[in-house]
């Protein structure tokens, strides 16, 4: 009479307990590792034989364009090799005709080996968007004209510590000397609350909800009172890390997730201007500018790496973990979910929310469409790299 009883227990606190154990295994999602390149073929990038690879063959001639005046044994970080080799692409690209989209895809196919990019296991990654915001703005603090935009401080102190032996030689860091100490610099809110003497007001904006955002971007175009239109760029950062504000709305509660997006931060900010500067706050990274001459209406300012950005074909990677001046492909979403995004982008910048293996900030432009397509882009996607053949048999030699 004991024994089925004792079946049933066993079943009930063993088998079942490991039968669940087992099932949470082999469906448990991977969990993301480090940096892993797989070589694949063209056939093997999602629409690569329709797609249109010239607007980035336009973006990787600027890239190549930087690269001229540098060193032969300059590097392109991570695994992107040096300079010397990427100067035989290079070359080909610049006496490429533009116009036959065919020829392009096969110079890109001849000269390139593609690789998928991978967080250890995981091949799925985030893919968002940014664009160059429209300021109004004078250099005279007036009127509606009050939230000023700094220069670069005179006292603020870059550190690279990669041309350092430490274990912190892949971070770059910021402050200021205090008693002969590298010490934090000012953050959003004390810059706020007190102003800063060490740098020189470029303008003041009209809008502290738009400059907030141009902080965001990393650029933006200003139109002045006097009727003067000039572009201002990244200059540098306090060394604070970046911190999303949409997440700090979520976590009071504010906005809820599946709601959030750029445009949700933007609405709540306008309705809500009693609390949206503490809220603002709550990202302690400030962003110092440079004024420039507008240039090429259609492209965007300089990024990163030096050159200015292409709309639809420049990303921001992580630096970190990738080479600057490397074409990628991406397959994704458009930002309203409903069609394919397969195209090729050239690595042309960065940000501080890039962060990781399988990430990528595309650049959508200048405008109102421009802004809508970044604000409503956050879709998932896989990421592939190309390299010159060489470069790539190294990056995944064992």
Request: proline share 8%; net charge positive; glycine share 10%.
């Amino acid at each position: 009479m004991k024994r089925p009883r004792f079946i049933a227990t066993f079943f009930l606190f063993i088998v079942v307990p490991v039968a669940a154990v087992l099932v949470w295994w082999l469906t448990k999602p991977p969990v993301a590792g480090p940096l892993k390149l797989t070589p694949v073929t063209f056939a093997a990038l999602p629409d690569w034989a329709v797609s249109d690879p010239r607007p980035a063959l336009a973006a990787f001639r600027r890239s190549c364009d930087d690269m001229k005046n540098k060193a032969d044994t300059a590097s392109l970080g991570a695994y992107g090799g040096t300079v010397a080799n990427w100067r035989a692409v290079c070359a080909q690209a610049a006496s490429l005709s533009a116009h036959d989209k065919r020829a392009v895809r096969h110079f890109f196919e001849s000269a390139f080996a593609p690789l998928q990019v991978s967080a250890g296991a995981v091949t799925d990654g985030l893919f968002t968007g940014y664009y160059e915001p429209e300021l109004h703005g004078s250099h005279t603090e007036h009127g509606r004209y009050q939230t000023p935009v700094y220069g670069l401080p005179g006292d603020l102190i870059t550190v690279d510590l990669s041309k350092f032996p430490s274990a912190l030689s892949t971070q770059r860091i910021a402050g200021r000397i205090d008693d002969g100490k590298l010490m934090p610099y000012a953050t959003r809110a004390q810059i706020d609350a007190n102003g800063l003497k060490s740098a020189n007001v470029l303008f003041y904006g009209d809008d502290p909800i738009a400059v907030f955002f141009m902080h965001i971007q990393g650029s933006g175009r200003v139109v002045f009172d006097d009727g003067k239109v000039v572009r201002v760029a990244y200059a540098g950062q306090n060394g604070w890390p970046y911190t999303a504000i949409g997440k700090t709305l979520i976590a009071q509660g504010a906005v809820p997730r599946d709601k959030m997006s750029m445009q949700a931060i933007r609405d709540w900010l306008h309705a809500n201007p009693e609390k949206g500067s503490a809220i603002m706050e709550s990202d302690a990274s400030f962003v110092f500018f440079r004024e420039l001459p507008v240039g090429d209406p259609k492209l965007g300012a300089p990024g990163a790496e030096g050159p200015s950005l292409t709309p639809g074909a420049s990303i921001a990677v992580d630096m970190k973990v990738h080479p600057l001046g490397a074409p990628f492909f991406v397959a994704t979403k458009t930002p309203d979910s409903r069609g394919k995004l397969h195209r090729l982008f050239v690595a042309q910048d960065t940000g501080g929310a890039i962060r990781g293996p399988v990430r990528g900030d595309l650049f959508f432009g200048f405008g109102a469409q421009a802004q809508t397509d970044a604000g409503g882009m956050k879709q998932s996607g896989q990421l592939y790299v190309l390299l010159p053949k060489a470069v790539a048999a190294r990056a995944t030699s064992p």
